[in-house]
T-cell receptor, first 110, second 112 residues
Framework: GQNIDQPTEMTATEGAIVQINCTYQTSGFNGLFWYQQHAGEAPTFLSYNVLDGLEEKGRFSSFLSRSKGYSYLLLKELQMKDSASYLCAVNGGATNKLIFGTGTLLAVQP | EAQVTQNPRYLITVTGKKLTVTCSQNMNHEYMSWYRQDPGLGLRQIYYSMNVEVTDKGDVPEGYKVSRKEKRNFPLILESPSPNQTSLYFC???????????FGQGTRLTVV
């Protein structure tokens, strides 16, 4: 079957660093996405990884290991506005279906 | 402004009354898709379209229909809505299936 796992909730402190993990099992793979979703709003794109390694974009970085079926999103210098859900999604290959995890709700505390 | 527009934003309807949720994008994207989002289940793909007249089932297509007659529009049709279709619906578009998706603002549907 196809499955994406990520922690349900995490808490971190303003100014700190937090790592949100995502593991996946899919029949195919054409890339992994991270999206941010604030309560009541639409998801917005953060990153896309298709090759192994680290992609850095400002305070956000995303890592992928295809052999391990594993990715993480790293958020540095946390701000209160980073409190949101973070969604991991995989393009499942030949079918081009996009499969989302259930999301990780991050709470940033002062 | 590049955007994906869904209408309506909120809808309350009764069981069995056909409805259509519209979705339009102005970015000339080829790939469009519909999702529903339910607590504890995350975003689940209903249908997607890789181009005009090409549509495919996602993970939860039962009870829904779509059409893609023009590149910019991808309406979601519920022929006979039921209470278990009460959900938050998102339309999204992207240049391809391997690129950043832009989401509409969502449609909160309640079927009573």
């Amino acid at each position: 079957g196809q499955n994406i796992d990520q922690p349900t909730e995490m808490t971190a402190t303003e100014g700190a660093i937090v790592q949100i993990n995502c593991t996946y099992q899919t029949s195919g793979f054409n890339g992994l996405f991270w999206y941010q979703q604030h309560a009541g709003e639409a998801p917005t794109f953060l990153s896309y990884n298709v090759l192994d390694g680290l992609e850095e974009k400002g305070r956000f970085s995303s890592f992928l290991s295809r052999s391990k079926g594993y990715s993480y999103l790293l958020l540095k210098e946390l701000q209160m506005k980073d409190s949101a859900s973070y969604l991991c999604a995989v393009n499942g290959g030949a079918t081009n279906k996009l499969i989302f995890g259930t999301g990780t709700l991050l709470a940033v505390q002062p | 402004e590049a955007q994906v527009t869904q209408n309506p934003r909120y809808l309350i309807t009764v069981t069995g009354k056909k409805l259509t949720v519209t979705c339009s994008q102005n970015m000339n994207h080829e790939y469009m898709s519909w999702y529903r989002q339910d607590p504890g289940l995350g975003l689940r793909q209903i249908y997607y379209s890789m181009n005009v007249e090409v549509t495919d089932k996602g993970d939860v297509p039962e009870g829904y229909k779509v059409s893609r007659k023009e590149k910019r529009n991808f309406p979601l049709i519920l022929e006979s809505p039921s209470p278990n279709q009460t959900s938050l619906y998102f339309c999204a578009s992207s240049p391809t299936g391997y690129a950043e998706a832009f989401f509409g603002q969502g449609t909160r549907l309640t079927v009573v």
